[in-house]
């Protein structure tokens, strides 16, 4: 830290943000941080403590630390912004360190290349200009990073050119398929930057919530009831770019869609079924709508409107044979957009194969809420997700699939958002938390679904769990049993599994829902707590 080259750095000149007084300049990428109420679009009630992360401009770029990581390169000191690719070999940023250097694009370039052309004889799965592409995909994620800017701005924060991203290493789309068309033509492959819309950046983003009105002293309510705001329009603005490239495979030349910038966004967020180079463009489509409509390389044009009717899926439904039966978009009646207004918790069911389990979570602004607000339940290949939202905002139900047995992240499949009226009933919010064991598992509960269940008080327990020979209610001082339930052979409507009782809650504290498959030893699937 004595040496003169930290010494410079740490005298550096910061901008400072006049809300937070947070150094905006030098950030570590992706710095993370806790939202807070300050935060830029949020809306007060955010203030809730919900243990969530999200980037920001404004995280703290711990300078300090940089200025310890100070690499002694003779002539040029540099800062380790960037992971570098060999433990012996600092992290290139272009020259930009305690001595000026010249940037030479044309130098570095060749660098580069040589070391796709390395990458590319070594690819287990594929040769000449399929692994030149690959590796031309796999050296932007693993070395560029996404430039975050400020509301309008967020699309174009950055360098836009592909000088500037190389020697910089951070851009949005702009830049970023400006230095794939760079670094492919570099490679002798002929690619091309296409303009559209991209729809992951509003998913993950999400819907703000606006001020509930209140009226108080001289602001009197109208006399009649007011009409809810409209639900607004979906808008797909023309401000992403991405890439499709030529290879040649044998005699034949196919047109591949490459997107890295996206894949570089997501990344954080979701496993998928299909990366964002050369996957199928029926599905690259689904994500991506090009200004020119000829860029969609399909037989049959994907006209504007239909994908605002797909806006709230991704390719992952596709992949893995999940459809939306109800709300939003179903195939089911009643249709409805994927946009809607209620005062209620809400329901949505999705249908997947048997080997396809489905998850979700419920977000707001971005922000991810506690898992308790979402309860997802299965019976056959339908699954029931309840969602609970705690006060008034915009919601959004994110749900996600994956296939049994697979080690991969699930993959996000769908996406729709509630704007909840002001809620009427407070107090049990939330539901009851489904545990490891039951990861994957079929269950239905039917009753009681809040996690928050009332002590010295009796209750109805009514569960589907095929295959279960007992279910028991269970605490370090109680043990209750559940009766079956499954009706009469003849009768159409009795379930296997299926086990009821009335219960007395004796005292407060946690109680463990206990399952017992065919007769072998229970096992915790469900937890509530009792108050």
């Known amino acids: 830290m004595n040496s003169p080259e930290a010494n410079e750095v740490l005298t550096l000149e910061i901008t400072q943000d006049p809300a937070t007084n947070t150094q905006h300049g030098s950030l570590s990428g992706p710095t993370k941080r806790v939202a807070t109420i300050l935060d830029d679009n949020l809306f007060p009630h955010n203030a809730i403590s919900y243990i969530t992360s999200k980037p920001h401009f404004t995280a703290p770029s711990k300078l300090q630390d940089k200025a310890d990581g100070v690499q002694a390169v003779p002539g040029n000191a ?7 690719a ?48 690959r590796a031309v995909y796999n050296w932007m994620q693993k070395n560029v990073r996404y430039a975050y800017g400020k509301g309008a701005t967020r699309h174009t924060a950055g360098n836009t050119d592909a000088a500037g991203v190389l020697q910089r290493r951070r851009g949005t789309s702009a830049g970023f398929s400006a230095l794939v068309a ?24 999400g819907a703000p919530s606006k001020p509930l009105k209140v009226y108080v002293g001289e602001n ?64 690259f489509v689904l994500d991506h709508l090009p200004e020119d409509e000829a860029k ?35 195939q089911a009646s009643p249709m409805v957009g994927t946009r809607f207004r209620t005062a209620k918790p809400y329901m949505v069911v999705v249908r997947s194969p048997k080997n396809v389990i489905i998850t979700a979570k419920l977000l707001e602004f971005g922000q991810r809420l506690p898992e308790s607000l979402a309860l997802v339940h299965r019976r056959g290949e339908e699954s029931f997700i309840d969602v609970a939202c705690a006060s ?61 269940i009332e002590a010295c008080n009796s209750h109805v327990f009514d569960v589907e769990v095929p295959g279960a020979t007992a279910i028991a209610l269970g605490s370090p001082k109680v043990w209750l049993d559940l009766d079956a339930d ?46």
């Not at 012996?88 to 290349?113: C, D, H, I, Q, T």
């Not at 994956?402 to 009226?421: M, S």
């Not at 159409?492 to 004796?506: C, E, M, S, T």
């Open 78 to 84: 540099q800062l380790s912004f960037q992971p570098s």
């Open 86 to 133: 060999s433990a012996a070999k600092p992290p290139s940023l272009g020259g930009r360190g305690l001595k000026e250097v010249s940037f030479n694009y044309e130098s570095k370039l060749a660098e580069v290349v040589e070391l796709l052309q390395a990458a590319a004889a070594e690819d287990p799965e594929f040769q000449g200009d399929r692994a030149l592409l």
């Open 182 to 205: 760079a670094l492919c033509e570099a490679c002798g492959l002929q690619a091309e930057v296409v303009k559209g819309h991209c729809k992951i950046y509003d998913m993950l983003r």
């Open 220 to 283: 009197v309510p109208p006399t009649e009831p007011e009409e809810p705001e409209p639900v607004p329009e979906a808008a797909v603005p023309m401000e992403h770019f991405w890439n499709i490239v030529k290879v040649a495979e044998g005699e034949d030349v196919s047109e591949l869609m490459v997107d890295a910038c996206a894949a570089v966004y997501l990344g954080a967020e979701s496993g998928e079924v299909q990366t964002f180079c050369g996957c199928d463009t029926a599905m």
């Open 296 to 330: 969609q390389n399909l037989p049959e044009i994907v006209s504007k409107e239909t994908f605002i009717n797909t806006l709230h899926l991704r390719p992952g439904a596709t992949e893995l044979g999940v459809r939306i039966i109800s709300h939003p978009g179903a």
């Open 392 to 452: 008034h905002g915009a919601y959004t139900v994110r749900v996600f699939a994956q296939r049994a047995g697979e080690a991969d992240l699930p993959t996000w499949v769908c996406d729709y958002t509630l704007d909840v009226d002001a809620v009427d009933k407070q107090g049990r919010v939330g539901f009851a938390e489904r545990l490891p064991a039951a990861a994957g598992q079929e269950i239905y509960v039917r009753t009681p679904q809040q996690i928050n």
């Open 486 to 531: 499954f009706g009469a052979e003849d009768d159409p409507w009795g379930v296997q599994g299926r086990f009821r009782g009335v219960l007395f809650v004796p005292h407060s504290g946690e109680f463990l829902l206990y399952v017992s498959i065919d007769n072998g030893p229970y096992v915790p699937w469900m937890k509530y707590f009792a108050l």
